[in-house]
């Protein structure tokens, strides 16, 4: 697979191996039918980035968010919690002192 631009000089997608081992890498199971317009798909993904290789950065900083703002956290100190039946009063069924939920995973409860 070439590392430069996963196009051939003709200007083709990428060819089926190189789709199938970039979804591999991606862990995207893709549909062999589907090979040559996933190809496609990542060939424009990768002209887009190959557009933002020809920008000027000089002078732009480094960053790992978009602005300077940090998260505001509240002081983290011991208060007294809520009475279980107040806490529980909202629950949409109670086995006890515990909220009762329908099972979603593993088929019925």
Known sequence: MATENPRDPEGSPPRAPDVMHIAR??????????????????????????TLTTLDVTGVEPMTRPTDLT????????????????????????VEDFYSVPKTIGGEA
Do not use: H, K
Not at 25 to 50: M, S, T, Y
């Open 71 to 94: 998260d505001v956290l509240r002081e983290d100190r011991e208060r007294p919690s809520l009475a279980v039946n107040a806490a529980l009063a909202n629950a949409p069924a109670r």
């Open 25 to 50: 890498l991606a862990r995207l199971a893709i549909d062999p039918a589907r090979e040559r317009e996933v190809g496609l798909q990542f060939a424009r993904i990768l002209d887009a980035f190959q």
